[in-house]
């Protein structure tokens, strides 16, 4: 097991390189050089210019910058943003609890919904419900999720009345950042001071819920077809016949015999869904003001920072190769044959 | 091909049916697919006539008619079916002129995307030795960003314009090409025909394009019709974060991101440009559909 991990790992080396040599030269294919772009239409004494150059390393020969770039990384050194002066590494730690909240609130309707309705379709194959299933997850896959939050907004918050329009908790309420999860924070504080925080928790659940829905309408689409082909394939073997004519309930073939191997093309897909989910956080939060990864990305390239442009692609980029690495091991451990193979 | 000889047989019966015909049945099996094509029919009669469709100019302001709604609502104009937008502009003729920009998008994405991709799969499925694996690393790295982000990169280091949406939508796509062709390839590069083809003395070049490239045809179609609809999704979704097409070219997506300020009093600056986006793609998607359960057999169980 362990060999299979550190050969996993070691498959990942040329993935990060290449993900560091991406970075480093899309902020090099910007007209003109950074100090340009730093003082922006202002003219520049080309001394000062030159001064500027020397100083941030970039009259060295690229190879040696590039070197230099790796080195600052290996030291944990993301740059700082042009605009607020923070550390890059300092702004994504507060603000990825957020984008990890929606995500997972967004995977976990997706997982429910997609694995229920795809289950119920297969069992019911050819019934008004698969037909259903089938036509909305095919209209699910199609969907603009930037369209799809503007029609929730306007008919949930605008409409109705039901839910905020943006942000992730009532201005009303400051709650103290632990977890960094808005939902738990505000639950440890209503619970800590029930008076004070009335309805914090409710809130909180307001503001995610419909960033969520519309974030998690694609991964439900694919989970819910995938799940319903991989049950019709399943629920055509033998142990399932075999399950069914020694009298076990129906529930029971179901759910422990059929689902449970239906499940691992299910997984990777899961797996898969990681990559879209943080392109769809970029368009989610940016529609309903959701302070995390995605809006800061391009809050950070509609103000040409690109310390944060640059950096903050990185590691999204680290994350995501980081996710398929762990759902590669999970899967190694779920299943022999994969580990041992060459 | 064979047709010819038999068609001087008395029973018409015994014919193979033409490739044409027999793709069609296969096609039209599937009615979502057939609705489909008839929608994407439209879209793309829209698109190539739109100056004779159109009723009006997509850019001409009415100022007296600004945010009037859909002919049929209260408060409607019979002159403007869809109702107008913010500054009094047709939402209908805007939506078709619209259609331009998107299809043209979606087609040169598709385009600038395929050639390359056919040719760095056809080359590291030919050369698995050190070739091949230097293409695969580089495409997994591009794998390893998600598109709509590396995307977005690239629209901010080029700059927002219809031609930067077009290479980034085409840079983001490479990766599937380059490893649909180089699967498909390498699965025929084992069967008989292509040794026959080699033992025969055929080139390289020969072996690529003549010898495997047509049997690789039938998923690569497919495979190029479900990025077309993926093109235009990711387009629409650059223009509403202002890195597209930029106003006030009457894009999908960009009428979306201006139409945000009216959410609260004009429900149909928000709800057609969107509406129209998912029909298409869903149109698009269909067709694939279709597409695949005619040509390629082999994958309609896995779909």
Not at chain 2, 212 to 232: E, G, R
Request: glycine share 8%; hydrophobic share 55%.
């Amino acid at each position: 097991m362990i060999s299979f991990i550190l050969r996993r790992l070691w498959l990942l080396l040329p993935s990060v390189l290449g993900i560091t040599l991406l970075t480093f030269s899309l902020i090099r294919m910007i007209p003109g050089d950074p100090i340009e772009v730093m003082v922006g239409e202002r003219t520049l004494d080309p001394v000062m210019h030159a001064a500027a150059l020397h100083r941030l390393g970039l009259d060295k020969p690229l190879y040696l910058q590039y070197v230099d770039y790796l080195r600052n990384l290996a030291h944990g050194d993301l740059g700082q943003s042009l605009i607020t002066h923070d550390n890059v590494w300092t702004e994504f730690k507060t603000l990825f609890p957020a984008t990890l909240e929606l995500a997972l609130a967004a995977m976990m309707l997706a997982v429910v919904v997609g694995l229920l309705a795809g289950v119920i379709a297969a069992i019911k194959r050819g019934s008004l419900f698969d037909h259903g299933v089938m036509g909305l997850s095919l209209a699910g896959f199609s969907m603009p999720i930037f369209w799809l939050g503007l029609l929730l907004i306007m008919l949930f918050s605008v409409k109705l009345g039901w839910t905020p329009v943006s942000g992730r908790i009532d201005l009303m309420f400051d709650i103290p950042p632990r977890t960094g999860f808005m939902v738990i924070d505000a639950w440890l504080a209503e619970s800590a001071d029930p008076v004070a925080y009335a309805g914090a928790v409710k809130d909180a659940v307001m503001h995610l819920i419909l960033p969520a829905i519309a974030l998690g309408t694609i991964p439900m689409a694919v989970i819910a077809r995938m799940t319903r082909s991989s049950m019709l394939e399943v629920l055509r073997e033998d142990y399932v016949r075999t399950a069914r004519a020694k009298g076990l309930s129906p529930k029971r073939v179901i759910f422990v015999h059929a689902l449970r191997n239906a499940l691992i093309p299910v997984l990777t897909v899961i797996g898969l869904q990681v990559g879209t989910l943080m392109g769809g956080a970029v368009l989610t939060e940016t529609i309903f003001s959701w302070p995390g990864i995605g809006k800061w990305l391009i809050d950070a390239i509609q103000r040409r920072d690109y310390p944060v442009v640059q950096n903050g692609i990185l590691l999204v980029a680290f994350l995501v190769i980081l996710v398929n690495f762990l759902v590669d091991v999970l899967y190694g451990i779920a299943n022999p044959r994969i580990r041992h193979a060459k | 091909m064979a047709t010819q000889v038999s068609s001087s047989v008395a029973d018409p019966a015994l014919n193979y049916p033409s490739p044409l015909k027999e793709f069609w049945q296969g096609f039209s099996y599937n009615k979502g697919a057939v609705i489909g094509l008839c929608f994407l029919t439209l879209v793309v009669f829209a698109a190539l006539f739109a100056p004779l469709v159109a009723p009006f100019d997509p850019v001409e302001q009415y100022r007296d008619f600004m945010l009037t709604p859909p002919s049929w609502s209260a408060g409607g104009h019979l002159r403007f079916l869809l109702g107008t937008d913010e500054i009094g502009r047709d939402m209908l003729s805007r939506l078709i002129y619209g259609s331009r920009l998107s299809l043209m998008i979606g087609l040169s994405a598709v385009l600038t995307s395929m050639l390359p991709g056919i040719l760095l799969g056809l080359l590291s499925a030919f050369y698995p030795k050190v070739l091949g694996p230097l293409i695969m690393r580089v495409m997994d790295v591009m794998m390893a960003l998600p598109s709509l982000l590396l995307a977005i990169a690239i629209v901010a280091i080029l700059g927002p314009s219809m031609l930067n949406t077009i290479i980034a939508i085409a840079i983001v796509s490479l990766p599937g090409y380059v490893r649909l062709v180089r699967a498909s390839a390498m699965t025929e590069l084992n069967r008989d025909y292509v040794t026959a083809a080699r033992v025969a003395g055929a080139g390289p070049m020969r072996l690529m394009f003549v010898t495997v490239l047509p049997n690789c045809m039938a998923p690569l179609i497919v495979h190029a019709t479900m990025s077309f609809s993926s093109a235009i999704l990711d387009a629409a979704a650059l223009g509403f974060l202002g890195m597209g097409v930029q106003p006030p070219s009457a894009e999908w997506g960009a009428m979306l991101s201006s139409a945000r300020d009216y959410i609260e009093r004009a429900w149909w600056v928000v709800t057609m440009p969107g509406l129209t986006i998912l029909l298409s793609v869903l149109a698009i998607n269909l067709v694939g559909d279709g597409l695949r359960d005619a040509l390629d057999p082999k994958l309609k169980r896995a779909a």
